[in-house]
């Protein structure tokens, strides 16, 4: 195999993938244009949507991990109360 042959078939390897990568950005831009209409849907219906994304993060996570992170916020907001109480 001549190097010229070599070079246009890794050319034509990186060309595939470089067009594949394009394509899922353009169908992620149309993903979270749909998303953002979501979320102005539920805003226009009352929802808070600052909290909705919240929720939507924590259901992400284990159930585990998910109590783990809410005991450390309680945590941290008693300190802070606490602090706040003794100043």
């Known amino acids: 195999m001549t190097e010229q042959t070599a070079t246009g078939i890794a050319g034509d390897r990186l060309k595939s993938l470089i067009e594949r990568i394009e394509r899922l950005e ?3 831009r149309g993903l979270a244009s749909d998303i953002r209409d979501i979320y102005a ?3 226009g219906a009352g929802f808070d949507t600052m909290i ?3 929720v ?3 259901r ?3 159930r585990a991990e ?3 992170i809410e005991e450390l916020v309680d945590i941290y907001l008693t300190t802070l109360d606490n602090a ?3 100043a």
């Open 66 to 68: 998910r109590q783990e």
């Open 84 to 86: 706040t109480k003794n």
């Open 41 to 43: 849907e539920a805003k």
């Open 60 to 62: 992400k996570m284990e």
């Open 52 to 54: 909705m994304r919240q």
């Open 26 to 28: 353009e169908e992620k």
């Open 56 to 58: 939507i993060k924590l």
